[in-house]
């Protein structure tokens, strides 16, 4: 086990560096510096503001000055949101997201291996079928579709719940479930495609000869070898639901990592977008090394290797 | 030199019977079919005045204008019918070039084995770590003023050679370069997955009798390729183009919706419904800006995901049942 984290934490160092190294060249050679888009100041001011940003000399000087910058875990200043370090703004507004992102993940993962089991034991009936017609429906509403709708009738219409913001319980459920409706649908469609191969095996019929009932049969045997491709996925999940909050939290007017990723793209942020970059890296890096060692503790016979 | 014949189809042979038999993939094919025809001839058609901005903002619909109208007072119809044609294109097109790459890539890996396949599968599971919408958003806002700079360019040269008809229709052109620089960008990071199928394909052909007579027979390795196996390969592509469509239908609107792909005067499916969540609100309810888009954009998702679904059935070897 230990070689193999090593391993995979060596290649996950280089592919996080070579991400920022082309996030910040590409966001260097865009037209348009960070102090151009308001009024232009005067020459000598400007001079001054790249000196302290350390954003003057050749895109080299100024990579090898963030790089540097870096290696001291040092993210660097906003050249936006002036006087405040871009740890302190991701500080700030990642554990709205990540918040958000957590509570799609969980009911996408529970609710779709759940409708993917019911599906896949009622095949060919009315349940399957329209469990299965349910799940393209989710996949082909965006949730930039579906998220106005749910304002518009649960909000706006019948009042039931806030239109937008986030902190109380009751702010989270539109948010949540309009990130997670069609990573329900995914969920579910690979849980019934992995569930009905599993239901044709060897075992499964020895543990319905010795007499237990097909939902016995299907908890205590099934699940757990048809889950492996729901585990596989979740890795991609979770980046999807990372990069969908952006929608979500634009939608529902959210105040977090989404909106300040957007936002320093159009203001040529570079190291607010550097900073947010690294941030979403680490955590798929971390989130696929986490899916890899509970894939070898579900099954047995997978080795790691790297 | 002597040619060896190569199987029709090495696919199941009755893939497109199947197909055949599947109603709603045939309704979906139907539809998209419709669809593209009418965003193309339509907007040709509408009088010209219902195309212009006028002081008639927010109509509902109406006898003139039978969509409404928008924040501009531009007929929704035509605003529809022009996303429709610029969310269709930039998918086709996006999705035909990440074919292009993802074939090429899949072939040589495949077919070269060995080392270089596992340099070019590694790079490509690389690649799948990185959350690539992400790049495409800092790609785009890259690409798109160097696009814009060089187009002001040649406008200024065909002004200063007196060429107004093409200085003209460059200046019209011009909003619709995002389009360009999106199609590029999307066609240039959506192709790992049709790499990967691809190449897991080659791997069981390359193995095959008459791709080993062809070779025995002094066949280059181009000529194996692109007689061999291209053909062998092309129903499976067919079906990973379908389902790459919607893909970049959906990362297009993504980006649109939030400001960062296509502008206006351009309109994608995306940038009405972001016009048309713009304008939510609870005292005046301006429906009809938001139920059309979604409407069409989620049905042609719908049928495309239907026809994807119904062909991956019909050709792929690996989809179960």
């Known amino acids: 086990m230990l070689p193999f984290l ?102 996408a993962s529970f609710s779709g ?9 009622k095949k060919d009936t009315w349940i399957d079928r329209s469990a299965m017609f349910g799940a393209l429906l989710s996949i082909s509403i965006p949730s930039f ?93 979770a980046a999807h639901l990372l990069t969908g909050s952006m929608i979500v939290e634009s939608v529902f007017n959210i105040s977090g990592a989404g909106m300040i990723f957007v936002n320093s793209i159009q203001n040529r942020d570079v190291f607010l977008l550097g900073g947010a970059v690294i941030v979403y890296c680490v955590l798929l890096v971390l989130f696929n090394l986490f899916v890899d060692v509970i894939y070898t503790l579900l099954d047995k016979r997978i080795k790691l290797y790297a | 030199m002597p040619e060896v014949a190569a199987p029709a189809s090495i696919a199941r042979p009755d893939g497109w019977q199947v197909l055949k038999r599947n109603r709603s993939a045939l309704i979906a094919l139907g539809f998209l079919a419709g669809l593209s025809l009418i965003a193309v001839v339509v907007p040709v058609l509408l009088p010209e005045e219902l195309k212009l901005t006028s002081s008639n903002s927010f109509v509902p619909p109406s006898a003139a204008h039978f969509l409404g109208t ?68 800092i790609l785009i806002a890259a690409l798109d003023d160097y696009v814009k700079e060089w187009i002001d360019g040649w406008r200024l040269s065909a002004q200063a050679r007196n060429w107004s008809d093409l200085a003209k229709t460059i200046s019209d052109v011009k909003p619709y370069s995002k389009v360009l620089v999106m199609i590029v960008s999307l066609g240039l990071v959506e192709w790992l997955t049709m ?81 048309g969540a713009q304008v939510i609100n609870p005292l005046e309810s301006k429906w009809w800006l938001l139920v059309f888009p979604a409407l069409l954009m989620s049905a042609s998702l719908l049928a495309l995901n239907f026809l994807g679904d119904g062909l991956r059935d019909a050709f792929d070897p690996k989809s179960g049942e």
């Open chain 2, 70 to 137: 928008d924040v501009n007072g531009q007929d929704m119809l035509y605003r529809l019918l022009s996303g429709a044609r610029v969310s269709l294109g930039v998918g086709l097109v996006g999705a035909l070039i990440s074919l292009v790459i993802g074939t090429l890539y899949g072939m040589i890996s495949g077919y070269a084995g060995g080392r270089i396949d596992g340099v070019m599968m590694r790079t490509v599971e690389v690649l799948q770590s990185v959350p690539r919408i992400l790049f495409i958003m």
């Open chain 1, 145 to 237: 579709i579906s998220g106005p709708f749910l304002i518009a009738i649960f909000a706006l219409w019948l009042g039931w719940l806030p239109v937008g913001g986030w902190g109380t319980a009751s702010q989270m459920i539109l948010p949540a479930l309009c990130l997670a409706a069609p990573y329900i649908a995914y969920v579910a469609r690979l849980m019934r495609n992995s569930l009905l191969d599993v239901l044709k095996s060897d075992f499964l019929r020895t543990a319905r000869a010795k007499g237990l009932t097909e939902t016995q049969a299907v908890a205590r045997h099934a699940i757990k070898v048809a889950i492996l491709p729901v585990v596989t996925f979740l890795g991609p999940l």
């Open chain 2, 195 to 275: 790499a990967r199928i691809v190449r897991g394909q080659v791997l069981v052909l390359r193995e095959m009798t008459f791709v080993t007579a062809s070779r025995a027979m002094g066949q280059s390795p181009w000529g194996v390729l692109r007689r061999h196996l291209l053909p062998n390969l092309s129903t499976i592509i067919l079906t990973y183009l379908t389902l790459t469509i919607p893909a970049v239908i959906l990362d297009e609107s993504f980006l649109s919706f939030l400001g960062l792909g296509i502008e206006d005067p351009a309109a994608s499916w995306g940038s009405l419904l972001k016009d």
């Open chain 1, 113 to 121: 291996v759940f409708l993917g089991s019911l599906a896949a034991m």
């Open chain 1, 6 to 107: 090593l391993r995979r934490a060596f290649s996950s160092v280089i592919v996080i560096f070579c991400v920022i190294s082309i996030t910040f060249v590409l966001a260097r050679i865009t037209k348009g510096g960070p102090f151009d888009k308001e009024k232009e100041p005067p020459p000598h001011i400007k001079e001054a503001l790249l000196t302290r940003y350390k954003l003057n000399g050749t895109v080299w000087d100024q990579y090898t000055a963030y790089v540097g910058s870096l290696v001291r875990f040092d993210l660097g200043l906003s050249t936006r949101y002036r006087d405040w370090r871009v740890s302190e703004l991701l500080q700030q507004k990642m554990p709205n997201s990540f918040a958000l992102g957590t509570l799609a993940f969980v009911i």
